[in-house]
């Protein structure tokens, strides 16, 4: 099993940056597979990102590609996402999970940390 605690949302405009973290308890992270989701107002939660667990194979929507980076540093329990040239659009809760398959559907994933708000202004 493993907890999940994301960081570092907040408020940016349109076009910059921002880097989120998932930080990881539990013995199980490196073998896991790592997710970023999002989840807007009224709408539902949404794949953004994947990796697999030892890094080396990462999947992302099509609406961030080339923008987002996902990465992880087993080493130090946490999956992290790279954001750039950011949009309003993009404004959301993201949400980090993992699980045992590799992938975009959301209930291929079995721990979910709480979320951190991501504000795009335009």
């Known amino acids: 099993q493993v907890q999940l605690v994301e960081s570092g949302g907040g408020l940016v405009q349109a076009g910059g940056s921002l880097r989120l973290s998932c930080a990881a308890s539990?013995?199980?992270?490196?073998?896991?597979?790592m997710g970023w989701f999002r989840q807007a107002p009224g709408k539902e939660r949404k794949f953004v990102a994947c990796?697999?667990?030892?890094?080396?194979?990462?999947y992302y929507a099509d609406s961030v590609k080339g923008r987002f980076t996902i990465s992880r540093d087993n080493a130090k329990n946490t999956v992290y996402l790279q954001m750039s040239s950011l949009k309003p659009e993009d404004t959301a809760v993201y949400y980090c999970?993992?699980?045992?398959?590799?992938?975009?559907?959301?209930?291929?994933?079995?721990?979910w940390g709480q979320g951190t708000q991501v504000t795009v202004s335009s």
């Open positions: 990796i697999s667990s030892s890094g080396s194979s990462t």
């Open positions: 539990g013995r199980t992270f490196s073998s896991s597979t």
């Open positions: 999970a993992a699980g045992t398959y590799y992938g975009a559907i959301a209930t291929g994933y079995t721990y």
